[in-house]
């Protein structure tokens, strides 16, 4: 791989020089590259997915000539939305300010497949490292960045109910709202990378990614607080079903300046839940285990949010208001989302003794 400076806005973080990786400030590097010192996979997990049937006809509209995932990020020099990391050549004299984004002429392709985008020069587009597996664009609305999603039915319905219930249980959710029939919006929760969010990743090992346990320890380690939230996070992942939590779709916020890890990011990604797994009343005890065998294991600790009826049917009347009665109708029939997720609940709570409550401080044993 090339030689290459990597940078946290001007400050230079880390260099690989003839395939020699050093750290040049380690509060400011990304954790992942503090971590592992790979830079060729950091670069390739920025990449947009090239399963993407859009992220083909983007990078065709854009003539990259070399189409991988590293070459993909580098034509933006790895910079994207969430974050101030990016590279240059050695030699390069480019700033921060030249490379961040402030405009996006491509977001209907990216979402929607606009071939108008053929008639556009190369332009700098924060589309080829908008990471995941959905179709998706972000687009800027008074001076705020937007990442607008197209998802089926199900999906639109998870993801606005499970943010609704979660901030009715005090957790910090992702704002989403419905924009038509098929596609889903939120804001830009770091406004512009004005704070650093970093997939757990960073953190985390992939064959550690469903090791709750082992988590819980590491965010505890730095910041019990943090450990809570991922906990919370976890309790309605179990109650809502979502199968599809992993160490790229949650994560932690840092300072800019110092590196300081801050705080877990807001609960994001809760479209593969709920109505999206089928027509159930039950919770799947096979997936459901794991949740509870890691409860078991911090109660003494940490205590789960108590969901209420009234919490989860206000949750629903707040989310049908984005629906028609026809959809409405339609997702009744395929699952009693309030049900199902009071019969969860239940069964947590009978396979875990809930006795104790959470103290921040309290130590574990590591």
Not at 50 to 76: F, G, I, P, Y
Not at 119 to 136: D, R
Not at 238 to 250: K, L, P
Request: charged share 25%; proline share 3%; net charge negative.
């Amino acid at each position: 791989m090339q030689d290459l400076i990597i940078l946290s806005k001007d400050t230079v973080v880390a260099k690989y020089i003839e395939n020699k990786f050093e750290i040049v400030c380690s509060n400011l590097i990304p954790l992942y590259l503090k971590r592992t010192e790979n830079l060729e996979k950091w670069l390739e997990e920025r990449a947009i997915d090239s399963h993407r049937t859009n992220s083909r006809l983007l990078k065709r509209m854009l003539r990259l000539q070399e189409k991988d995932d590293v070459n993909t990020v580098l034509a933006v020099h790895a910079a994207t939305i969430t974050d101030t990391y990016w590279v240059k050549s050695p030699d390069s004299k480019l700033t921060y300010d030249e490379v961040r984004f402030k405009a996006n002429d491509f977001a209907e392709v990216a979402l929607n497949g606009d071939s108008s985008g053929f008639n556009l020069p190369f332009q700098h587009t924060p589309e080829l490292t908008n990471i995941g597996s959905y179709e998706k664009c972000w687009k800027m609305k008074d001076n705020h960045w937007y990442m607008y999603k197209k998802e089926p039915l199900e999906s639109l319905f998870s993801e606005i109910y499970i943010s609704k219930l979660g901030k009715l249980l005090g957790c910090n959710m992702v704002d989403y709202n419905r924009y038509n029939q098929n596609i889903i919006y939120c804001k830009d929760f770091t406004n512009g990378a004005s704070i650093n969010f970093e997939d757990a990743q960073g953190l985390i090992p992939e064959n550690k990614e469903i090791d709750f346990l082992y988590n819980f320890k590491v965010f505890h380690n730095i910041n019990p607080t943090i450990a809570k939230d991922y906990a919370d996070m976890l309790y309605l992942d179990a109650v809502c079903m979502n199968v599809d939590r992993h160490i790229h779709n949650y994560g932690v916020l840092r300072n800019v300046e110092t590196g300081e890890i801050l705080q877990l990011a807001p609960n994001f990604d809760n479209n593969i839940s709920l109505m999206y797994n089928g027509n159930r009343l039950e919770p799947v005890r096979g997936f459901i285990t794991d949740y509870t065998e890691f409860f078991e294991s911090v109660k003494e600790i940490y205590t789960p949010p108590i969901i209420s009826q009234e919490m989860v049917n206000q949750a629903f009347i707040e989310t049908e208001k984005q629906f028609s009665v026809k959809e409405i109708e339609e997702l009744n029939q395929k699952m009693n989302v309030v049900e199902f997720i009071i019969n969860s609940q239940k069964y947590i709570e009978q396979n875990i003794r809930l006795d104790t409550t959470y103290n921040a401080d309290e130590d574990i044993d590591i």
